[in-house]
């Protein structure tokens, strides 16, 4: 909190900073997921372009969320507006996420675990990003994607479930990875271990240092590693009863491994003439 408190005061150059409606957004309950946008993002009309079809009353909503909507504006319609300025924050934010800043802001969250984690026991507590199943807005609501099971899940919480998933667009954490192709997470071995408790003792500094030398190993996987060699690391749960794998479920699998198998060795000849 106190990170989060310092970073605030260093970004928040504008003194009426936290007087602003995107900050009061942002620090709304159920808002977590959105980063800020920069106000000169939203102020140059090229990057809105389209948007006043998608939003009615678009000039007001964009006053609003700018702060510059007229104080003599009744409260019935400031209610209405409300709705229409979430909706075109929401939309710009979409935008922007997929802007080279815009991609840094969500890296910085992403890094903070502000997405939560896989729920999936093989993926070792991989943090997630947000994407939308769909780019149009009240279709999908939004969904949190894993790049180590390269799944999709559904918010824990039923506020961030019901957010939009237009408001995150169905290409921002696929382009956050190939922007920054060293956390793209390895398929085997532990991503971020839990954070190392408070304690000066050598053990913790042993463990940070292990820690350290986790994430190096991790980007130099990350970032050279031929599609073969991923596709034969990738950790599977396998069924089993007493022990024994379940008849039908391991000839399936040993299909589906001999099918990866021979895929794989067509791919380190492609992978060794390129
Ligand atoms: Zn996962």
Not at 177 to 200: C, D, Q, S, T
């Amino acid at each position: 909190m106190l990170g989060r408190a310092v970073d605030d005061a260093s970004t928040g150059s504008d003194s009426d900073y936290s007087n602003s409606w995107i900050s009061w957004f942002l620090s709304s309950k159920g808002n977590e997921y959105f980063c800020e946008v920069e106000e000169d993002y939203i102020l140059d009309r090229f990057n809105l372009t389209g948007l006043n079809n998608e939003v009615s009353n678009y000039a007001q909503a964009l006053d609003l969320i700018t702060d510059n909507l007229d104080d003599d504006i009744q409260d019935e319609l400031r209610g209405a507006l409300d709705v229409q300025a979430r909706l075109l924050y929401g939309l710009i934010h979409a935008r922007w996420i997929v802007t080279a800043r815009g991609l840094a802001k969500m890296l910085e969250k992403f890094k903070r675990v502000d997405f939560g984690r896989c729920p999936r026991v093989l993926c070792q507590s991989q943090p997630l990003l947000p994407v939308g199943l769909s780019d149009i807005p009240y279709e999908k609501s939004v969904k949190l994607y894993c790049g180590r099971c390269e799944d999709v899940y559904s918010p824990k919480s039923s506020r961030h479930g019901s957010i939009d998933g237009a408001y995150f667009g169905t290409s921002f954490p696929h382009l956050l990875f190939m922007v920054y192709p060293h956390l793209i997470p390895p398929k085997v071995g532990i991503v971020e271990p839990a954070p190392a408790p408070r304690a000066n003792d050598a053990d913790t500094n042993r463990r940070n240092k292990r820690i350290r030398e986790d994430s190096e190993a991790l980007e130099t996987v990350g970032e050279p590693a031929s599609t073969a060699s991923v596709a034969l690391k990738a950790d599977r749960y396998r069924p089993r009863i007493y022990g024994f794998q379940l008849h039908e479920i391991a000839k399936l699998q040993r299909w589906q491994e001999a099918i990866r198998d021979r895929q794989v060795g067509r791919l380190e000849v492609l992978e060794d003439l390129s």
